[in-house]
């Protein structure tokens, strides 16, 4: 009884959106919340601690293991695919089946992402930059147990903040317009800058190709066709599973034949005891494990998705890790990185669904949809109308990634012992997953080719240096970019200004601006170092001065 | 004794061929009925108002086992929707493929010249029509369609900014058709990705109105973040039930009843590939008939305050064509026609 007030209560500050509440009120009433969550928590853990349930439970987890293994086949697909299994189910019990699906998956995306650098999940490309050659180099275990105890950090700290403070987070999800999405991704964007090691031109000619193909496809601000040339097929323009596909996977393959038809990280040793010594190791990388769940849970609530999240929390860690030149030689907090963020993301990303009744993920999109079928009204007053259905998919949210986590991790010596296989077995074998994978984003034979000539891009691009990371990038986000950007310019006008016009935008915007220069901010400070010591070097002798020179 | 040995192989075979097409008449009779899995095609994204209808027909059917083979749906949203209805196209003949429509059966072919029309395609059934509703935020000061309009025509030109779902699309069209009353001031109008984005940017104050669908918008209006200033259709909405705790959808006034001469509704149908033989479409008629006699079907109308309009055979085609006509001719009029057509 006493939780239904204080729901009615953050249902009155949900009604008038916009309006202040004074600051003593509202510490009241997050405090009387506190107790009532953790009160709703035990109900919703009863709720899901049925026999029936845990054995869903593992089912889920298995299957979305599975469909985030297959690339192509996405958590999204897999849901839709399974959706109508879930029928004849009481809601709750298919909801926590499905949601463990989309745990699974996002488990199982980093499998192949870091054995055989093909990223089954977009979210999991910026995992293949460290965790592929951690593999190559024989610690292919280690990378496992960094990106699957990561990836549960990231969902244990977004399920305790879908927990608390979900209908005062919800909130923060409506401030974002166009203005502000365009900001984040102008973040991401510049956040990546300077990730190549090899020269500024490359990445720049890299990032540019990635735009040009972004672009192709329908324009969504003015509902024309652009560059299709006429052709049908280029109607949906690339999509991005199939790029990064071709250019890892069929790319990795072709690179591996070409050095000895073996994977380099044949020689990987089985170590049972490989999870303790990986823990021990992560302790150390807490700074940037609270910066990725960050960064995770803002982009999945906002709804910028799991993908950029990724991308953002990689680029970051370069950039503040002391070992940032060693990024994607096979650096483990390359991998705990991008994993924490976006599982962060994935599982914040219920948060707006579940409040708002937007989706902030494909497959919550999906999930949703299951939610009217199972006759289930997603938006603000689901938390007060169907209390039994919300908390136990959060205490689905807790039980699922521990199961989960088991799961995976038990299997860790299983998968590392997959790069024992021959090369010459194996290669076939991810080829046909490579195919299956394109043809399945839109069931079209058309991708299967396409696919084929983004590996080629891929392998001439690693024979002439040019950097990979920024190309797919710029596919996934170019577009939406672009979308976001027009949007804003739409709505003031014309006027570049929109992007300073409150606190949250602007701090974002500088942040990026501050971001993107500073490659050129610490090169102009070495310069004028090295300049200052030739002066003093000048009036030492000319000599020293030929010798800096 | 050869001979009568042949004549008598020869009554034998006649008389095997009787039987077997005795064995197949009742075959015929008993009418076509899918022998595999049926793809269902929903020519837009995850989320929206299409897919959660497929979606949901989906579900009604396998619950209520109305067919023997499953329904899967396959998001084909590319390009407007063109992926889609370019892939049934193609499907000559395959009575193994449907296809949900929004008004981008309209749309897209218009506004971009992608070669399909709903002739290439063969009509099966009309499902529902989908109501649009002007809303605004609920804290703005306006209670009736007429102040709002009023004030956009009051403001400076571009000042107000109507959220929609794709450009060239239906909700832009309902905008120009609002402009008529607004003139000489426009609105800015801002395209996304879907319904459920305008909502919420609706809430966010992003923009200041948007005509979403009544099932992307209930949320936010049951929980006050939204108040309906009128609904599209010439007359109210049927439903009485108690949506908020002051107002039913019937409770919301027509546009015309509030000054404002606007109306559109939106196609909610199936089609199915271009060559395929009646008996295959009654197959389909049938099923969407069993559909809608279901108990969940009517809430499902009950909560996204659909106008339940069912039509199938040529009642179906000549709405159809007729809707075709008003698309073309709204476009043509707001200049969103493509070059040639």
Redesign the interface.
């Known amino acids: 009884m006493v939780y239904q007030t204080c729901r009615d209560e953050s249902?009155s500050t949900?009604?008038?959106?916009?309006t202040i509440i004074p600051t003593a009120a509202r510490r009241e009433t997050t405090g009387r919340y506190t107790v009532d969550e953790i009160t709703s928590l035990i109900g919703g853990f009863k709720v899901a601690l049925s026999w029936y349930n845990l054995a869903l439970m593992m089912v889920g987890i298995l299957l979305g293991v599975i469909i985030g293994v297959l690339p192509g086949l996405g958590g999204?697909n897999g849901v839709?695919?399974l959706?109508?299994l879930t029928?004849?189910m009481p809601p709750t019990s298919a909801i926590i089946m499905l949601s463990c699906i989309y745990w699974g998956a996002l488990f199982g995306g980093a499998i192949t992402s870091i054995l055989f650098n093909i990223p089954g999940e977009p979210w999991s490309v910026a995992t293949t930059f460290d965790g592929h050659p951690m593999a190559q180099k024989g610690r292919a275990d280690e990378a496992l147990t960094a990106a699957f105890t990561s990836s549960f950090v990231g969902a244990l700290i977004a399920v305790m903040l879908i927990t608390f403070l979900a209908p005062l987070v919800a909130k923060f999800?409506?401030?974002?317009?166009?203005a502000e999405f365009f900001s984040v991704y102008f973040l991401t964007f510049a956040s990546f800058v300077g990730m190549g090691k090899g020269s500024p031109f490359k990445v720049l000619a890299s990032m540019c190709l990635g735009f040009a193909l972004g672009s192709v496809?329908?324009?969504?601000?003015?509902?024309?066709?652009r560059m299709t040339f006429g052709h049908?097929e280029l109607?949906?323009?690339f999509d991005f599973l199939i790029a990064v596909i071709g250019l890892f996977g069929i790319g990795e393959i072709l690179s591996s034949m070409e050095s000895g038809l073996k994977f380099s990280g044949s020689h990987a040793k089985i170590r049972l005891d490989a999870v303790l010594q990986t823990w021990k190791k992560l302790l150390s990388y807490w700074i940037t494990s609270i910066r990725s769940c960050v960064i995770g849970c803002w982009m999945g609530i906002t709804p910028g998705g799991a993908t950029p999240a990724s991308f953002m929390s990689y680029g970051l860690a370069k950039r503040f890790s002391k070992s940032g030149d060693n990024f994607g030689k096979g650096e483990i907090e390359g991998v705990v990185a991008p994993e924490t963020a976006a599982h962060a993301a994935g599982t914040s990303a219920l948060l707006?669904m579940l409040t708002?009744?937007?989706?902030g993920s494909?497959t919550a999109?999906?999930l949703?949809?299951?939610l009217?079928?199972w006759?289930l009204?997603?938006?603000?007053?689901l938390f007060v109308e169907q209390k039994d259905f919300v908390w136990g998919l959060i205490a689905s949210m807790y039980l699922g990634n521990i199961a989960g986590l088991l799961v995976v991790l038990t299997c860790v010596p299983l998968f590392a012992a997959i790069l024992r296989v021959p090369f010459s077995i194996i290669a076939p074998v991810i080829l046909v997953i490579c195919a299956v994978g394109a043809y399945t984003v839109?069931?079209s034979m058309f991708d299967v080719w396409m696919m084929l000539v983004f590996g080629v891009i891929g392998y001439i691009f690693q024979k002439l240096g040019y950097p990979l990371p920024p190309l797919v990038l710029a596919i996934v986000l170019g577009d939406k970019a672009e979308?976001a950007f027009r949007?804003a310019m739409?709505?003031s006008?014309g006027n570049v200004s929109i992007f300073w016009s409150n606190w949250l935008v602007g701090s974002i915007m500088t942040l990026g601006v501050v971001l993107l220069f500073w490659p050129l901010v610490t090169w102009l400070g070495q310069k004028r170092k090295s300049r200052s010591g030739n002066l003093a070097a000048a009036s030492a002798g000319a000599a020293a001065v030929d010798r800096d020179k | 004794m050869v001979r009568a040995l042949q004549s008598t192989a020869r009554a034998g075979i006649g008389v095997a061929m009787i039987a077997a097409g005795a064995a197949l008449l009742p075959a015929a009779a008993q009418a076509w009925e899918p022998t595999k899995p049926v793809q269902f095609i929903i020519p837009a994204?995850?989320?929206g108002g299409a897919?959660?209808m497929a979606?949901?027909i989906?579900?009604v059917v396998?619950?209520n086992n109305l067919m023997k083979q499953?329904?899967?749906?396959?998001?084909?949203g590319?390009?407007?929707g063109?992926?889609g209805f370019?892939e049934v196209k193609k499907a000559s003949g395959d009575a193994h493929t449907i296809i949900i429509t929004l008004s981008n059966l309209f749309t897209t072919p218009l506004?971009?010249?992608?070669p399909f029309s709903w002739k290439d395609l063969t009509p099966v059934a009309m499902l529902a029509l989908d109501q649009f509703v002007l809303w605004v935020?609920?804290?703005t000061p306006y209670k009736t369609a007429k102040e709002y309009i009023d004030a956009v025509k009051a403001g400076d030109d571009?000042s107000f900014?109507m959220g929609g779902t794709?450009?060239?699309?239906e909700d832009q069209i309902i905008t120009v058709a609002l402009e008529k009353l607004t003139a000489p001031k426009k609105f800015?109008?801002?395209?996304?990705?879907g319904g459920?984005?305008v909502?919420?940017?609706l809430?966010?104050?992003?923009?200041n109105s948007s005509v979403n669908n009544p099932i992307e918008a209930?949320?936010?209006w049951?929980?006050?973040?939204l108040r309906p200033l009128c609904i599209f259709d010439s007359k109210r909405s049927i439903y009485t039930a108690k949506v908020t705790a002051t107002m039913a959808w019937s409770d919301i006034p027509t546009c015309k009843e509030s000054g404002v001469n606007t109306e559109y509704q939106m196609l909610r149908g199936i089609f199915m590939a271009p060559g395929v033989k009646p008996d295959q479409v009654a197959f389909y008629v049938d099923l969407f008939k069993k559909v809608m006699a279901t108990a969940?079907w009517k809430?499902?109308m009950e909560?996204g305050a659909f106008n339940q309009t069912f039509m199938s055979g040529d009642q179906y085609k000549t709405w159809v064509a007729a809707a075709d006509k008003l698309h073309y001719d709204l476009m043509k009029e707001a200049g969103?026609l493509?070059p040639g057509k």
């Open positions: 249902q949900l009604k008038v959106p916009g999204a839709a695919i959706l109508p029928f004849t999800a409506l401030q974002f317009g166009p496809g329908l324009d969504k601000v003015t509902g024309t066709l049908d109607l949906v323009g707006p708002l009744g937007i989706p494909p999109a999906v949703l949809g299951g009217m079928i006759g009204q997603p938006g603000p007053m839109h069931n979308e949007q739409l709505g006008q | 994204g995850t989320g897919d959660q979606r949901f989906q579900g396998a619950k499953p329904i899967i749906t396959v998001n084909k590319g390009g407007a063109a992926e370019l506004g971009t010249g992608v935020p609920a804290d571009k900014k794709g450009s060239k699309q800015t109008y801002v395209p996304y990705g459920g984005t909502a919420t940017q809430v966010g104050k992003h923009v209930v949320s936010q049951k929980a006050g973040a969940d809430t499902f909560q969103f493509a």
